[in-house]
């Protein structure tokens, strides 16, 4: 991309402030008067004063008390006004940047939440590699939008006009400062050159050593453990010793390159002072005294903005790399999730899976032609070895994925027919992982449904048996949930399900963090809420799995073993190796021996 291609990106986000935008360059222009001004006043009063000095009959205070009072008012209120004028142009300037980085931040955040699973879960777009993409974007997006439209806009205009108007006054002077321009130009873009390679190295460290600062803090146990504070310790110093060493070189480089700026601008305005010297010496017609002093300051105005340039040319060049990563975001339509029309009040629950293939964006091929039927109004239990594909079935079923090949029907619609919203609200899921949000238990709890009643979210609460626990907190409902236990947060997330309602229920290991009495009274509210929907359950419990009314056992994405607990258990095979090795595991025979 490049600069003409970012502009072009940005202005559709900049025009919706085309009003305050006007604004701002009205301002600019104004003030880009204004600066010429001191010079313009100098360049007069010079002259009067030399006037005074050399009129016939001798110096009169009084006059020259009347000039100085006409000069300092002049630019006083010149002052005053361009201090009003800069005020003005910043605010506008700065309500630009702001709104524009709202936009895009909420533009994104709209953009994230409508893409499909597949998105989140292929290579680069980790969860901090995306938060880190849209970041940088939009802080030097709105940063280009700054530096255009505060900075370099003002500048510029500013320069031009000095410029003209030293042309204006004398071609030869003109010339000499317009040639200046091209030697400032050559330095910067060699002072950018040069900083390029570093600043990266620079960033790259930056974010290096951040990480392991990260990484420390959430490793504390495993690191005090090992005993390997030296270790970690010794880490940082060599990534703080790159940091130095590469944040010596990039100002290095910078000073060098500043001072030779400032050298060249040095060389411009002796350059200006000699040649306008020479001319009111040669009398040139329209030179006098004044003029030293009015191209001096004039010229001064033209190499401010060519100062700043460095620094604007190095945001640029930043601006340039994020963007593509950020607009890469904006413009993903092929990442946003399908949805179909079909929408269903009274959805029975039965679905059907047919000769389905599928591999997840990594490259595993998770499912492979795998068919089968979850009936309505039962409870089916997905059992297998870690990784066989139990939770690639809810993924598929939950339409967070699409199979690569065969097809997914619920009611005997095709998934990809499904509203997918209309879907979602039919299902109810409960994960092994955690999935609780920051904030107190009831709105987490309440998200199952936003305009449940205080009441029924405390019935919720009772129906995943964590009323009493909440309750006996010092803060009740209002508690923070992240400070609870695994074990609760998997029942604020079971109580969340209840809320909801929905008559299909997708458990995927829903006790896996529990303690034994809490597995058992969620095993009572799990029979309590099985009647009468379609439930699929994934677990390792035994004691869940015989009590569905169908099994499915998978290996290596594939349907080994289907069929009700007690036939699949005697057709032998994989069920029974893991039904024996979970009863050995359990002691199954000393617990009946101390139960009888
Ligand atoms: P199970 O639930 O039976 O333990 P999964 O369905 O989670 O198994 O995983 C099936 C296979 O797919 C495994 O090889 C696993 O590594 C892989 N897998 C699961 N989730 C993802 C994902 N988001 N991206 C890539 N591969 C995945």
Redesign the pocket.
């Known amino acids: 991309m490049g600069v003409f291609g970012l502009l072009r990106k940005l202005l559709p986000y900049v025009l919706p402030y085309r009003w305050l935008l006007l604004a701002a360059l009205l301002l600019t222009a104004l003030g880009a008067v204004m600066s010429q001004v001191n010079a313009i006043v100098l360049d007069r009063a010079v002259d009067a004063i030399n006037g005074l000095l050399h009129i016939e009959g001798g110096f009169e205070w009084g006059r020259a008390a009347r000039l100085l009072l006409i000069v300092s008012s002049v630019l006083i209120g010149k002052e005053i006004l361009a201090a009003v004028i800069t005020f003005g142009q910043r605010i506008f300037g700065e309500k630009i940047r702001i709104n524009v980085s709202r936009d895009f931040s909420l533009r994104v955040v709209d953009r994230i939440l409508s893409f499909r699973?597949a998105f989140f879960?292929s290579e680069g777009n980790e969860a901090g590699k995306v938060q880190t993409r849209i970041d940088r974007g939009v802080m030097s997006l709105s940063n280009t939008v700054k530096n255009f439209f505060i900075d370099i806009l003002p500048l510029f205009t500013s320069a031009i006009m000095a410029l003209a108007l030293m042309f204006a006054a004398n071609i030869y002077v003109g010339m000499v400062a317009l040639a200046i321009i091209p030697v400032y130009f050559w330095i910067t873009a060699r002072q950018g050159v040069r900083m390029k390679g570093w600043r990266r190295r620079v960033f790259g460290t930056h974010q290096a050593l951040n990480h392991g600062i990260m990484n420390i803090l959430e490793s504390m146990n495993v690191i005090k453990s090992f005993n390997r504070e030296r270790v970690e310790a010794d880490r940082q110093a060599a990534l703080q010793d790159d940091s130095t060493v590469q944040q010596m070189q990039t100002r290095r480089i910078s000073f060098l390159f500043e001072g030779l700026k400032s050298f060249v601008e040095q060389i411009g305005t002796v350059l200006i002072i000699i040649l306008t010297a020479y001319l009111v010496l040669i009398d040139y017609p329209g030179m006098s005294i004044g003029k030293i002093m009015y191209h001096v300051l004039l010229f001064s105005n033209v190499s401010a903005p060519i100062r700043q340039l460095h620094r604007i040319y190095d945001d640029l060049n930043d601006a340039l790399i994020y963007a593509e990563g950020f607009f890469g975001l904006l413009e993903a339509d092929e990442e946003v999730e399908p949805s179909g029309q079909y929408k269903s009040e009274m959805v029975k629950g039965r679905f059907e899976l047919r000769n389905v293939d599928f591999t997840?964006?990594?490259?595993?091929h998770?499912i492979d032609n795998l068919s089968m039927t979850i009936e309505p109004g039962k409870t089916t239990a997905?059992v297998?070895?870690?990784?066989?594909?139990?939770?690639?079935?809810?993924?598929l079923l939950d339409k967070f994925y699409s199979p690569d090949s065969g097809s997914v029907t619920l009611d005997g619609v095709n998934l990809k027919e499904w509203d997918t919203a209309s879907l979602r609200d039919n299902i109810g899921l409960v994960l092994q992982k955690n999935h609780i949000f920051s904030g107190t238990i009831e709105e987490n709890i309440r998200y199952g449904k936003p305009t449940a009643t205080r009441q029924e979210v405390e019935q919720a609460a009772r129906q995943a048996y964590i009323y009493d626990q909440i309750v006996a907190l010092p803060d009740g409902f209002e508690s923070q949930a992240l400070n609870l236990s695994g074990g609760q947060q998997q029942r604020i997330a079971i109580a969340r399900m209840f809320l909801k309602n929905p008559p299909i229920i997708f458990l995927?290991e829903p006790t896996a963090s529990l303690d034994a009495i809490a597995t058992e009274q969620i095993k009572n509210s799990i029979d309590a809420i099985k009647q009468g929907r379609t439930v699929v359950i994934?677990s390792h419990n035994i004691g869940q799995i015989i009590d569905s009314d169908e099994i499915y056992v998978?290996d290596k994405?594939r349907v080994v073993q289907h069929g009700t607990p007690d036939d699949v258990y005697h057709q032998g095979g994989l069920y029974k190796q893991i039904f024996d090795a979970s009863a050995r595991s359990m002691n199954a025979d000393k617990i009946a021996s101390v139960l009888s």
């Open positions: 699973m879960s997840y964006p990594s490259g595993t998770a997905l297998g070895l870690s990784g066989a594909g139990k939770s690639t079935i809810v993924n995927d994934i998978l994405g």
